[in-house]
């Protein structure tokens, strides 16, 4: 647009005038862009306009950055103006089809999909028929004996025997010496107990035991049936029993405390 305003303002009176300064622009573009930087850097082209003679000089800004005194200085694009756009031309006719294309490469295995949901259960099927029976087998070897069972539960307490004879001596010196303890009057789970001691001439207690002397029946239970030491760290020197009553009694009765002693 600014290369078109200055031409208009440069345009002669006459088209004779307007050929001539045409062919002397065209003629100083084409002497001048041989060995000069025309256009510049930035596409423009710069020239000088003698305003006595009308010459028109395209010059280098590279060499001759200004226009003489007698001369105006112009400037105009390499590149005019962008032309307003033709009109569409007609359609074509269609062209010949083109060949086949070669098959592509076969595309990569796409992922695996969900797993589809379980179908639902079929329905059951019919009983076969029973199959004959088979022949009996040899008979096993006897297996291993078994572990020893637990023992069994304890059984009742037999009926109290009678009172036997006093105590005497033994052969060999052995001393079986007896105590009476008075029982029965005491409530059911109280001890009931006494101790048969030895004598200085034999003085070790090596066995003892006890007796219950009643009318009836008594229910009690041994706690203590063991040899006692009257000095501690020494061998027992006496026998000592202690019972515990299971049931009411309806009498009175003795509990017997034996010891063997021996020298």
């Known amino acids: 647009m600014r290369a078109t305003a200055i031409m208009r303002s440069i345009t002669p009176r006459n088209r004779v005038q307007a050929a001539v300064l045409t062919a002397i622009v065209v003629g100083a573009l084409t002497a001048g862009v041989s060995n000069a930087s025309v256009p510049d850097g930035g596409g423009v082209i710069h020239g000088c306009y003698n305003n006595k003679t009308g010459a028109l000089k395209v010059i280098d800004t590279a060499k001759t950055p200004n226009c003489p005194k ?19 031309g007609a359609t ?15 595309g990569a295995t796409g992922a695996t999909g969900a797993t589809g949901a379980t179908g ?8 076969g028929a029973t199959g004959a029976t088979g022949a009996t087998g040899a008979t ?4 291993a004996t078994g572990s020893q069972g637990p023992p069994g539960a304890t059984g009742a307490t037999g009926p109290q025997g009678a009172t036997g ?11 079986v010496i007896q105590t009476f303890e008075t029982c029965g009057a005491e409530s059911i789970g109280q001890n009931c107990g006494g101790v ?5 001439a034999e003085p070790y207690a ?3 035991g006890f007796m219950i002397a009643s009318a009836t029946p008594q229910a009690y239970s041994a706690q203590l049936d063991v040899g006692v030491n009257m000095v501690p760290g020494g061998p027992p020197t006496a026998w000592q029993v202690v019972v515990v009553e299971t ?4 009498n009175p009765w003795t509990l017997q405390v034996q010891a063997i002693c021996s020298p």
């Open 165 to 175: 004879p006093a105590a005497t001596n033994t052969a060999a010196g052995d001393v």
């Open 247 to 250: 049931a009411a009694a309806s």
């Open 70 to 88: 007698n001369a105006t200085s112009l400037t105009w694009n390499q590149t005019g103006p962008q032309g307003l756009t033709g009109a569409t």
């Open 92 to 106: 074509g006719s269609q062209g010949v089809p083109g060949a086949t294309g070669a098959t592509g490469a076969t």
């Open 140 to 143: 096993g070897a006897t297996g």
């Open 206 to 208: 090596v066995g003892g």
């Open 196 to 200: 048969a001691s030895c004598p200085t």
């Open 120 to 127: 639902a259960t079929g329905a059951t099927g019919a009983t």
